[in-house]
């Protein structure tokens, strides 16, 4: 069987990043692997996320109703790193962190609002790349003193380029039983835009 070993220690696979990180298809990625993934059809895919968002509404809720959670074991759910201060202490998570080159997040970023017609000029990059650096450190420095995470760092860019090593790492930490060439198989370089110089 391959996914998560049902024998395992309770715990919940948390998918996150700043935006345009790669945390969709990261999901699409598990979801292949044999992982259940909680994901609703409220956001539809589009030519910014042509495989589909992978959103979870209750999840942007987690802070007013956390039942969700009682069903979420050994299920993947994505949520931007802010919800995780959330997550309450009564159940373990294991974290992949999507990791991209900051440029390619921030051009990423303003090529979908452009589409959106939302402005892109408001907040000059420099200023931008420096809020989110802060906030990641914040949350870094805070989920190392919590026993009841796990995480490692999912190189975005290295996956493109060499998707094993890193679906590897992925493996070791759900229990070794993940798909992984049909993981593999999710990652398509050639929806790899926004490339860094």
Known sequence: MMGIDPNAEPFVVIVSGLPRSGTSMMMKM??????????DDQR???ID????????????????????LADADHKAVKMVYQLLYELPSTHKYKVLMMRRAMD???????????????????IPDSKMAE????????????IAQQPNFQIIDVDYNKMVADPLPQID???QLLGGHLNL????????????RNRKS
């Open 181 to 192: 060439e049909a993981m593999a198989e999710v990652v398509q370089p050639d929806l790899y």
């Open 44 to 46: 539809k895919a589009d």
């Open 104 to 122: 390619e997040v921030l051009a990423s970023q303003k090529k979908m609002l452009a589409r959106l017609g939302k402005p892109t000029d408001t």
């Open 169 to 171: 790492s992925i493996n």
């Open 131 to 142: 809020i989110f650096n802060a906030g990641l450190n914040k949350f870094y420095a805070w």
């Open 49 to 68: 996320n042509v495989n589909g968002y992978y959103e979870f509404q209750a999840a942007l809720k987690i802070k007013q109703d956390d039942s969700w």
């Open 30 to 39: 598990l979801e292949s692997g044999g992982v259940p993934v909680l994901a």
